[in-house]
């Protein structure tokens, strides 16, 4: 089993609809989740950190789900300009350094 | 102001030669990375060092040398380019890599990354 796990995808989804991404990890004892966003031949960039109690911000959810070791990102209102390819990351908690990124789920927006 | 940059953006050679690549991180932080995506996008962490010190080596050949003056600065080095090094290599930094908890304090700033491709 691979330590991060999404949907590749990709999404296509028209303007103004709500899409939502799934991931699963794998080490229980993992402490840090994060969304990436990376645009394509670009570098990630952090979309926003995952928090244990759920967080907004803006059109964007992220949810967690430490008994299911799964976590989301809901996109509301969706723009042409959120097509990207999102990464969901995690952090173990042996000394907080490994960082793994999963394979990312490709989003397509159209008008 | 770049906050991490890295040279050459693109870097095309032959097998077996050897070629650097250079990163340099202007925010101050005290952890610096290396990853690799290769063309599937996946990306994967390579190294990993803090305040100067390797602190993380995830099973890559021995070909791969990274090289930390300060801490500012991870250069990698590659002895013997293959094929299978054609891929991104992304340099990050993050203001601290420990268990610091969740936030902004753990993000991964990247580089523009390094297109190479070994002929």
């Known amino acids: 089993r691979k330590e991060v796990e999404q949907d590749p995808g990709p999404f296509n989804v028209p303007e103004g609809a709500t899409v939502a991404f799934n991931c699963t990890y794998s080490?229980?004892?993992?402490?840090?989740f994060f969304w990436y966003r990376q645009d394509c031949r670009k570098e990630p960039k952090l979309l926003m950190s995952v928090y244990s109690s759920g967080n907004e911000d803006g059109r964007f959810t992220a949810q967690l789900n430490r008994a299911s070791q799964y976590i989301s990102l809901l996109i509301r209102d969706s723009k042409l300009s959120d097509s990207a390819t999102y990464l969901c990351?995690?952090?173990?908690?042996?000394?907080?350094?490994?960082?793994?990124f999963g394979a990312g789920t490709r989003l397509f927006v159209k008008a | 102001d770049t906050a991490v940059s890295q040279t050459p953006k693109y870097l095309v050679t032959q097998m077996g030669n050897d070629k650097s690549i250079k990163c340099e991180q202007n925010l101050g932080h005290d952890t610096m990375y290396w990853y690799k995506q290769d063309s599937k996008k996946f990306l994967k962490i390579m190294f990993s060092?803090?305040?100067?010190?390797?602190?993380i080596n995830e099973t890559v050949p021995n070909r791969f040398s990274p090289k930390s003056p300060d801490k500012a600065h991870l250069n990698l080095h590659i002895n013997s380019l293959e094929l299978g090094d054609s891929a991104v290599y992304f340099c990050?930094?993050?203001?601290?890599?420990?268990?610091?908890?969740?936030?902004?304090?753990?993000?991964?700033?990247f580089g523009p990354g390094t297109r190479l491709t070994v002929l």
């Open positions: 060092y803090n305040n100067k010190e390797l602190i």
């Open positions: 990351v995690v952090k173990d908690d042996t000394g907080g350094f490994k960082t793994i």
């Open positions: 990050a930094s993050s203001r601290q890599g420990g268990r610091a908890g969740v936030g902004v304090l753990n993000e991964q700033f």
């Open positions: 080490n229980s004892a993992s402490q840090s």
